[in-house]
């Protein structure tokens, strides 16, 4: 190829020789996009030990979800019976609410549509969703 | 056996002022915090100062950790997300450092407590709620009414996301936490077991190669829950600010 390039080069005018410069560049840049097109396939959804370890934290996430919406509800029904002087009612209206919320994240953390949110917040779930199963992104330059 | 819990305990150093009749210390906690500060700022200092066209190994190291936040930011709040880069960095750079420094041995986890991480969480969280009302005004409780639910169930289902939202901070601090606390004291008691199986003779230093090569193992994966964390901590706080920049839509 190199050899190629020096004959062009003495033989023709430098404009030829430029051309044929970008016309490399340009297959080469194709080359590229299609490598970093192929890239995000291979650390998809089961790739290797990665996918483990985000796993894990997925699991770690979806529990922590549930755990603080009825840890809210509880705390919010005993300040309104505390607050009021109903009890226990506030805390049994409020943990069921609570356990609700709380299904409510975990079911937005999984991905699944809940029907009543809005479209961005099960967006918003959804992408979460897709980064957690592919881990984190690489970190090359 | 050694104390498994005995790693989380908090020394005071001494004392630096008396507020309100409250003696304020300076603890071994706060003495990490300072060595992760320290140990940043001298990282980023240091690796920047040379401006190289062509990075060197350390200004390659902090490049990459500046693309890796701008990244992570910028795919899920927008380039609008990018006022909040010095807070998400700096989030994420004290969150990995502390977390890297506590697995080496004899060193003291800071964010396995979860005062500090409760305090991280609410900073985000005042954060949002702060920007987000400060941005869109009345605009922002739409955030708690999603669009298309009959008038009906309305107030019940606002309720519900009221209480989902006021979750954030809890599942964002307990998570980081928990990890933190159950990884240090799973590696505490295992290395307690090879202390205790040695005692045994022959067949004890035998049957202690098992719990010291799960140690070693778990090591490794504490390495890998270390950065992860601080990962999930940081996509979080993308996230809920992304809410506070665009809500209801």
């Given at each position: 190829m190199s050899d190629g390039t020096r004959d062009n080069g003495n033989r023709t005018d430098p404009k030829?020789?430029?051309?044929?410069?970008?016309?490399?560049?340009?297959?080469?840049?194709?080359?590229?996009?299609?490598?970093?097109?192929?890239?995000?396939?291979?650390?998809?959804?089961?790739?290797?030990?990665?996918?483990?370890?985000s796993a894990m934290a997925r699991g770690f996430r979806l529990s922590t979800e549930l755990v603080a919406g009825v840890l809210v509800g509880?705390?919010?029904?005993?300040?309104?019976?505390?607050?009021?002087?109903?009890?226990?009612?506030?805390?049994?209206?409020?943990?069921?609410?609570?356990?609700?919320?709380?299904?409510?994240?975990?079911?937005?953390?999984?991905?699944?549509?809940?029907?009543?949110?809005?479209?961005?917040?099960?967006?918003?779930?959804?992408?979460?969703?897709?980064?957690?199963?592919?881990?984190?992104?690489?970190?090359?330059? | 056996m050694a104390d498994p819990i005995h790693q989380f305990e908090?020394?005071?150093?001494?004392?630096?002022?008396?507020?309100?009749?409250?003696?304020?210390?300076?603890?071994?906690?706060?003495?990490?915090?300072?060595?992760?500060?320290?140990?940043i700022s001298a990282f980023l200092l240091g690796s920047t100062r040379?401006?190289?066209?062509?990075?060197?190994?350390?200004?390659?190291?902090?490049?990459?950790?500046?693309?890796?936040?701008?990244?992570?930011?910028?795919?899920?709040?927008?380039?609008?997300?990018?006022?909040?880069?010095?807070l998400v960095f700096s989030l994420f750079m004290f969150i990995t450092t502390v977390n890297m420094i506590g697995i080496i041995p004899y060193t003291f986890t800071?964010?396995?407590?979860?005062?500090?991480?409760?305090a991280l969480a609410l900073l985000v969280f005042v954060t949002v709620v702060a920007y987000g009302i400060y941005k869109n005004g009345f605009k922002f409780l739409k955030l708690f009414v999603p669009s298309g639910i009959p008038i009906y169930i309305l107030p019940l289902v606002t309720l519900i996301e009221v209480m989902s939202f006021l979750s954030r901070p809890i599942s964002h601090?307990?998570?980081?936490?928990?990890?933190?606390?159950?990884?240090?004291?799973?590696?505490?008691?295992?290395?307690?077991?090879?202390?205790?199986?040695?005692g045994f003779g022959l067949v004890g230093w035998l049957g202690a190669t098992l719990?010291?090569?799960l140690t070693v193992a778990l090591t490794s994966l504490e390495l890998l829950v270390a950065f992860l964390q601080a990962y999930v901590f940081t996509i979080l706080t993308c996230i809920y600010i992304n809410d506070a920049i665009h809500p209801g839509h």
């Open positions: 030829t020789d430029e051309a044929a410069l970008s016309a490399r560049l340009q297959h080469l840049g194709e080359r590229l996009n299609r490598n970093a097109a192929s890239r995000p396939a291979e650390t998809g959804p089961g790739a290797g030990p990665r996918s483990d370890a509880a705390g919010i029904g005993w300040m309104i019976d505390y607050g009021l002087g109903i009890s226990p009612w506030g805390f049994i209206v409020f943990l069921l609410l609570g356990f609700v919320a709380g299904v409510m994240n975990v079911m937005r953390v999984a991905g699944v549509s809940t029907g009543i949110s809005s479209a961005g917040v099960s967006r918003i779930g959804a992408s979460n969703d897709e980064r957690d199963r592919a881990g984190p992104p690489t970190m090359t330059k | 908090i020394i005071k150093l001494f004392p630096i002022a008396k507020i309100g009749g409250q003696q304020i210390d300076f603890t071994n906690s706060a003495l990490y915090m300072v060595i992760a500060v320290a140990g040379g401006r190289a066209m062509v990075p060197g190994r350390m200004q390659s190291m902090a490049e990459i950790s500046y693309e890796f936040v701008a990244g992570t930011l910028r795919s899920s709040a927008g380039s609008e997300g990018m006022k909040f880069f010095p800071v964010t396995s407590h979860i005062i500090v991480t409760v601090s307990v998570r980081l936490f928990a990890n933190m606390l159950a990884g240090h004291i799973t590696l505490k008691v295992f290395g307690g077991f090879v202390t205790m199986l040695s719990p010291l090569a």
